[in-house]
C-alpha cells in the first residue's frame, strides 16, 4: 500500500477532526501531496495541496480558513486539519501524489491515490 487515509467518521457539525495519510517515502517523498473528496452524487473536487517541502500550500474556497494541510517526511504522513465542519463537508476525502513537486487542482496532476476516508457531518 503506497497511500492510506485514516481519521474518518461520523461527526457533528462543527467538530474539528484532523484526516491523516501515510505514503511511500521512497516514492512521494519529493512530491507534492494533495486532499480531494467526493460527495454522493457529485464529481471528485479539490480540497487542498501541499508542496514537497511544505512551505506552499493551495485551498479550494470553500475550506479556505478552516482546513489546513500540512505534512511531515520524517514521518511520511500529510495531514488535513479539518475545522468547523459543514454537513456540506460530508464526502469520502482521498488523499493523492501529486505528479511532481508542486501540483495543481486537477485529478490529473495526481497519479496515486489512497483508498478513501469517508466523513459525515451531521446536522
Known amino acids: 500500500v503506497q497511500l492510506q487515509a485514516f481519521g474518518g467518521g461520523l461527526v457533528q457539525t462543527g467538530a474539528s477532526p484532523r484526516l491523516s495519510c501515510s505514503y511511500s517515502?521512497?516514492?512521494?517523498?519529493?512530491?507534492?501531496m494533495g486532499w480531494f473528496r467526493q460527495a454522493p452524487g457529485k464529481e471528485r473536487e479539490f480540497v487542498a495541496s501541499i508542496n514537497w517541502r511544505g512551505d506552499t500550500t493551495t485551498y479550494t474556497d470553500s475550506v479556505k480558513g478552516r482546513f489546513t494541510i500540512a505534512r511531515d517526511n520524517a514521518k511520511n504522513t500529510v495531514y488535513l486539519q479539518m475545522n468547523n465542519l459543514k454537513p456540506e463537508d460530508t464526502a469520502i476525502y482521498y488523499c493523492?501524489?501529486?505528479?511532481?513537486?508542486?501540483?495543481?487542482?486537477?485529478?490529473?496532476?495526481?497519479?496515486?491515490w489512497g483508498q478513501g476516508t469517508l466523513v459525515t457531518v451531521s446536522s
Open positions: 517515502r521512497r516514492i512521494f517523498s519529493n512530491n507534492a
Open positions: 493523492a501524489a501529486g505528479r511532481s513537486s508542486y501540483s495543481g487542482r486537477q485529478t490529473h496532476d495526481y497519479t496515486y
